[in-house]
C-alpha cells in the first residue's frame, strides 16, 4: 500500500492534472490534494518516472521489459511488469476509474497526459520563452531545477536527458547572472553550483561574480573547489576558461552576443562547456550504443561538420555513465609514431595504460620474437584483465593510419577484438568499446573490409546542419534576430563551422546583407577557411584538376576523386547521387579562383 507523507513546499502542482510527478531532483509524486505518495517497489517508481518523462509516448512492453529487467527470463519479465503496473495502478487510479491515468493496450503502456503534469515538463516551456521575456520565465525555470534529472540515479536510460536539461539549466545560469547585479549573481550561481557541482560553466559564473565584487579570496575557494570536483569527477583540470576567470583576464560577455574567444573561430572542438553546441541525433545514437557497450562504434562525417566536438561530450557521457575512457588523438601524433608500426604499437600499449592509472613494464611485456600484432594483442588482453568495468577507446581521426604499411594488419586486430566478445563472452576484450572517428571512406585503403572493423561496427554518419538545427542554433546567439536563421542557412548551407561563423558575423553587428555581400572576400567572415579550401585541393595537381572538372559539369575520372573531396569537406553528395559542392560559396569562390 502506498504511504503518504507532507508535501515540501517545492514540490507544489504548478497546473491541473490528478497527479504532478517531480524529476529535477529526486523522484516525487504528488496528488491533486498536495500529498506525496510512495510506492512498494523501487522499479514501479522507476517505470512511472520513465512513462512521465515520455507522457505523449506509447512504449511496448517488450522494450519496458527489457529496461528494467534484463537480467529475467521473458516469463519473469512479463510477470514483474504486470506487478509493477499493478502496483502503479493501486496508488494512482484509487477511486479513479480504470484506465484515467495508466493506459494499457495492444502491448503498449503508457500515460494519459491530461492525468500527469511534470516539473520537466515546466521547466522546458519556461526554458523556450526565457530568452529576452520579461514575465520572469528564466527565475522560475532557475528555481524549479531541484538538481539533476532522477537523482541520485544512474539508469542507462536518464543520463542522456540528464545531460541535456543540465546544459540548458547552465545556460539559464550563464544568461541570469549577465543580467543581474553582483550580489544576486552570487546568490544564483551559488545556488546553481549546489545543484549542478559538475557544471564547469557555472563554477565560472560563480567565480567571474566573486571577481565582480572584489571577492578574492571566495573566487580563489571556488576555483580550488571545481579542482577538486574535477578531479575526483573525471581525473580533469579546470579548463584555461577557468583560470583566466580566476584571473580577472576574462571579462564575462553578455549573453546574448560572442567574443570570439570561443571555437567560433578556430574550427577545432568546442570546449565542453560551450553554450553553442547543438546537440544532434548522432549524439543520442552514439550515447545510446556506449551504454549498451557495444563492440565498435564508427563515427564518419566530414572535415569540420563537429566529430570532435561531439566525441568530447561522449567521453565526458562515457566518464558520467561510470565507463572509463581512453583517447587517442592520431593527428597530435608524431611522423615518427606514424610511419613505424612497431613504434605505433608500443606508443598506443603505453597510453592506453596510462590512462587507464595502471603500471605497464613495456620492455618486459613486449617480446622480440612475435611481432606487433601479437605483442599489442597480449598486452591489451592483460591491460584489460585488471581493469573493473568497462573501457572505452576512443581513437580520433582513426582515417590518418589508413595508408600506412601496418594499416590492414592494425586494422585487423581490432577487428578480431570485436569477434573476440562473441568467441569469449567472459573474456577481457567484453570490456571494450572501440569508437573511431574519421572522415576517409576505409575501403579506399583497406584491402579487404571483411578483416576491418569498418563492416560490423555500427555506424553513425554526422551530417550538416538541419533547417531545425541552425534555428536552434540562432537561439543560443541571443542578439541575433530570430529570422536571421534563414539568410544563414542560404549562406552557410548548415556547414557547422561556417554557420557558426555566420552568426558570429551577425552578433557582432553585422547585416544579413552585408553577410551576403562579404562572403567571398578575403576580409569576409569566411575568407581564411575559404582560402584554406583552395590550398587543401591545390595541393594536389590531380585534385585540382577534377575539382575544375566539376566546375565545368563534367563527371570525374578518377573514382576515387570523390571519397577524397567528400571526406575532405569540399564536395557533398545529393539525393540523385551526384557530386555537388557542399556550400554554394564553395563553387563561386573556387570558380573565381581556378579558372
Known amino acids: 500500500m502506498a504511504t503518504v507523507t507532507p508535501l515540501r513546499e517545492s514540490a507544489r502542482p504548478y497546473q491541473g492534472g490528478a497527479w504532478h510527478v517531480n524529476l529535477l531532483g529526486r523522484l516525487e509524486v504528488v496528488s491533486s490534494s498536495n500529498e506525496v505518495v510512495r510506492f512498494r517497489s523501487r522499479t514501479a517508481a522507476s517505470l512511472l518516472a520513465f512513462l512521465a518523462l515520455n ?37 494512482l ?57 532522477l537523482a541520485p540515479l544512474h539508469d542507462s536510460w ?57 571577492m578574492e579570496v571566495e573566487a580563489l575557494r571556488q576555483y580550488e573547489e571545481l579542482e577538486r570536483i574535477l578531479h575526483e ?22 549573453i546574448a552576443t560572442t567574443n570570439g574567444e570561443g571555437w567560433e573561430n578556430s574550427g577545432g572542438a568546442m570546449p565542453i562547456t560551450s553554450e553553442f553546441y547543438v546537440r544532434r541525433e548522432a549524439d543520442e545514437q552514439v550515447e545510446h550504443l556506449i551504454l549498451r557497450h557495444e563492440g565498435v562504434v564508427l563515427l564518419q562525417g566530414p572535415r569540420q561538420v563537429g566529430k570532435s566536438s561531439l566525441l568530447a561530450r561522449v567521453l565526458a557521457f562515457a566518464r558520467s555513465a561510470k565507463t572509463q575512457v581512453v583517447l587517442t588523438d592520431v593527428q ?45 594483442d597480449t598486452i591489451m588482453g592483460r591491460i584489460l584483465e ?31 577484438w570485436h569477434n573476440r566478445r562473441a568467441l569469449d563472452p567472459a573474456g577481457p576484450f567484453q570490456k571494450l568499446t572501440l569508437l573511431l572517428t574519421y572522415a576517409t571512406e576505409a575501403h579506399i585503403f583497406i584491402s579487404d573490409l571483411n578483416q576491418s572493423p569498418f563492416n560490423v561496427g555500427v555506424r553513425i554518419g554526422l551530417k550538416d546542419f538541419s533547417e531545425s538545427e541552425v534555428r536552434a542554433l540562432q537561439t543560443k546567439h541571443r542578439s541575433v534576430p530570430e529570422k536571421s536563421w534563414k539568410t544563414v542557412m542560404e549562406v552557410c548551407n548548415g556547414h557547422p563551422y561556417l554557420t557558426q561563423c555566420g552568426f558570429d558575423f551577425l552578433a557582432k553587428g553585422g547585416s544579413e546583407k552585408s553577410l551576403r555581400e562579404s562572403a567571398l572576400r578575403q576580409d569576409g567572415p569566411f575568407g581564411s577557411h575559404l582560402n584554406r579550401v583552395l590550398v587543401t585541393i591545390s595541393q594536389s595537381p590531380e585534385i585540382l584538376s577534377e575539382v575544375k572538372r566539376l566546375l565545368f559539369g563534367d563527371l570525374f575520372t578518377n573514382p576515387t576523386t570523390r571519397y577524397r573531396l567528400q571526406s575532405a569537406g569540399v564536395i557533398s553528395i545529393s539525393e540523385t547521387g551526384a557530386p555537388e559542392f557542399r556550400v554554394p560559396i564553395y563553387e563561386s569562390y573556387l570558380r573565381a579562383e581556378t579558372l
Not at 58 to 87: G, K, T, Y
Not at 337 to 358: E, I, N, P
Not at 392 to 412: R, S, V
Request: hydrophobic letters at 40%; charged letters at 25%.
Open 55 to 91: 507522457k505523449h509516448k506509447e512504449r511496448s512492453n517488450d522494450v519496458l521489459q527489457e529496461m528494467f529487467w534484463p537480467d529475467s527470463d521473458c516469463d519473469r519479465q512479463a510477470q514483474n511488469l504486470r506487478r509493477a503496473v499493478a502496483d502503479l495502478r493501486q496508488v
Open 158 to 214: 536518464i543520463l542522456s536527458e540528464r545531460m541535456g536539461l543540465e546544459e540548458s539549466f547552465a545556460q539559464l545560469v550563464v544568461q541570469a547572472c549577465s543580467q543581474k547585479a553582483d550580489s544576486d549573481s552570487i546568490r544564483i550561481a551559488r545556488t546553481a553550483v549546489a545543484a549542478a557541482p559538475l557544471r564547469e560553466d557555472i563554477h565560472i559564473a560563480l567565480i567571474a561574480a566573486y571577481r565582480r565584487a572584489d
Open 233 to 254: 569527477a573525471w581525473g580533469e583540470r579546470p579548463s584555461e576558461r577557468a583560470r583566466l576567470a580566476l584571473m580577472a583576464e576574462l571579462q564575462e560577455p553578455p
Open 386 to 416: 585488471r581493469v573493473d568495468g568497462p573501457v572505452c577507446w576512443a581513437i580520433d581521426e582513426a582515417d590518418l593510419l589508413f595508408d600506412k604499411p601496418y594499416t590492414n594488419d592494425f586494422f585487423g586486430l581490432l577487428r578480431s
Open 332 to 376: 597530435a601524433m608524431g611522423s615518427s609514431q606514424l610511419l613505424d608500426g612497431d613504434v605505433l604499437y608500443k606508443t598506443l600499449a603505453h597510453s592506453f595504460a596510462s590512462q587507464l592509472g595502471l603500471d605497464l613494464d613495456l620492455p618486459s611485456a613486449w617480446s622480440e620474437w612475435l611481432g606487433p600484432n601479437a605483442n599489442l
Open 93 to 149: 487510479e484509487a477511486g479513479r476509474p480504470l484506465g484515467s491515468v495508466l493506459v494499457t493496450r495492444r502491448s503498449f503502456v503508457s500515460l494519459n497526459p491530461v492525468s500527469i503534469s511534470t516539473d520537466v515538463e515546466r521547466f522546458t516551456e519556461l526554458t523556450s520563452r526565457a530568452s529576452g521575456a520579461s514575465d520572469g520565465s528564466l527565475y522560475e525555470a532557475l528555481a524549479l531545477y531541484a538538481g539533476p534529472l
